[in-house]
């Protein structure tokens, strides 16, 4: 079986010699029956790997599961370990290198194939316990007078199989790494793929499964934005979405980096089988793209955003969930502007409702606020359009705008409460703190100069776009 040799050519930690320069007599007299154990081992090494294939069947759980798919795989891993392992007790200068290269190469293998790590370290301790006890009995067998001799190379022969030991831990924990690297940019693609709208039909049964959301379930997306300078982790640790599977998501390749959040509002809570899984989830942030966990999950790290607020609340499912909902259970704070979509159905259409969040979020004013899509359409048709909805404000609202500042600002404060207002000056007048007549004064004031009649509905319908055309685009 072939396993993979790190190409990069990292080198391997430095590893103790086996045996010391420096030998007193008796030391050099066991290292000889060291050595001539050692050769018996080798002439003897299909036994010899039979009989550790067995201990690992009996005393290892993990490996008893691995023989039963790939029992060749594992006899030709454990035979090359020994004939490397044995061979650099005799000759240390010349295979020593190989056999920690052998060793890493099963590390990294059995990192890809899902081996526990403490498994794998537990296999390699009782091959290091075997081919001790075969070295003593082997010598005990043949030469019994030189037994004794054994215990001045023990202490090598054991920091030998602890080095080992420690370089297939630093080639699984590497491989680890990669391994889980692979799975979250793997899911950040998915969801990538999802909010751009680029995901293929035929994809989307393994998207949902990857992240745990079914295929057909009923979604809203809402994109998150705080000021420049609010790091993701600290801006997602302050939108909560009460009581709803959200699935979060950062992205730095639009119009400055928000998080944009997949809502699950219908569908069976349980399909699939991923990290979609818990009251919230997060994509982690690498930092040029969406970051899941990894979260943060890193969804940086931040896999798990819930903060056990929901623990004992029923999740939000079900066909009287709305977008409205989603706005109820939302805390930020104050200046966060936050754009929600309304509903579609099916993971397919994400990007949709992905690109009607950016839309509702262009709706939001720059201090802050949360913007339904379906409850500010008049507001959305304006910044949808930005080249007309800035001719409209200029054509409209061109007179007032030119007014001095300070009477430009009241005079479109005025208009701005009484529309508000549902057109009542008597309340328009207790919100701007004046007379109900100053209020009117205004008014006719703002007919005069703009043209429009507050009395005929399609120019108060004029005026009111384009006093949301002002708010919203003017820079």
């Known amino acids: ?139 005990t ?66 998207t949902a499964a990857a992240l745990g959301l079914p295929e057909q379930g009923r979604y809203a997306v809402v994109l998150a934005r705080l000021p420049a300078g609010r790091a993701f982790a600290e801006a997602r640790s302050q939108v909560h979405l009460s009581g709803l599977r959200v699935l979060w998501y950062r992205d730095r390749d639009r119009d400055g980096a928000g998080s944009y959040g997949i809502v699950l509002l219908g569908g069976h809570p349980h399909d699939g089988d991923g990290p979609g899984h818990g009251h919230e989830t997060g994509l982690l942030d690498t930092g040029t793209g969406p970051t899941y966990g990894t979260g943060e999950r890193t969804p940086g790290a931040d896999d798990d955003g819930g903060d056990g607020r929901d623990e004992g609340r029923p999740w939000a499912y079900g066909l009287d969930v709305d977008a409205g909902e989603i706005a109820r259970r939302l805390t930020a704070p104050p200046v966060a502007r936050i754009g929600v979509s309304p509903v579609v159905e099916g993971l397919a259409a994400i990007g949709d409702a992905r690109r009607l969040a950016d839309t509702a979020l262009r709706a939001c004013p720059r201090s802050g606020g949360t913007v339904v899509l379906e409850e500010h359409l008049p507001a959305a048709l304006v910044v949808s359009a930005p080249a007309l909805g800035a001719a409209l404000a200029e054509r409209v609202l061109g007179p007032l705008l030119r007014l001095d500042l300070s009477d430009r600002d009241i005079m479109l404060d005025t208009l701005t409460a009484w529309l508000a207002c549902d057109g009542s000056a008597q309340r328009a007048a207790g919100r701007l703190y004046c007379h109900r007549n100053t209020v009117l004064n205004r008014l006719r004031r703002c007919e005069q100069l703009t043209g429009r009649s507050l009395t005929r509905p399609a120019d108060v319908v004029e005026l009111s776009l384009a006093l949301a055309a002002h708010t919203l685009l003017d820079p």
């Not at 090598?156 to 491989?175: E, I």
Request: aromatic share 4%; with cysteine; hydrophobic share 45%.
């Open 1 to 139: 079986m072939q396993h993979l040799v790190p190409a990069h050519g990292r080198p391997l930690p430095g590893r103790r010699p086996l045996v010391p320069a420096a030998r007193s007599a008796v030391d050099a007299e066991a290292l000889s029956v060291l050595h001539r154990a050692a050769r018996a081992l080798m002439a003897g090494l299909p036994e010899l790997t039979e009989r550790l294939m067995t201990l690992l069947r009996e005393r290892e759980p993990a490996y008893r599961t691995a023989m039963e798919t790939d029992v060749d795989g594992v006899r030709d891993e454990v035979q090359r370990s020994l004939r490397l392992n044995v061979g650099s007790l005799i000759r240390p200068g010349e295979l020593r290198e190989d056999a920690q290269r052998c060793s890493w190469a099963i590390g990294r293998a059995r990192a890809e194939r899902g081996l526990p790590l403490d498994a794998l370290l537990r296999a390699f301790r009782l091959g290091g316990g075997m081919i001790w006890q075969e070295l003593v009995d082997e010598t």
């Open 141 to 206: 067998r043949r030469h019994p007078a030189d037994a004794r001799l054994l215990v001045h190379v023990a202490a090598d022969v054991w920091n030998f199989v602890d080095d080992h030991c420690a370089v297939v831990a630093d080639a699984y924990r590497q491989t680890e790494r990669e391994l889980m690297w692979r799975r979250e940019n793997r899911l950040r693609l998915m969801t990538a793929a999802l909010l751009d709208g680029t995901a293929r039909i035929a994809d989307l049964p393994a």
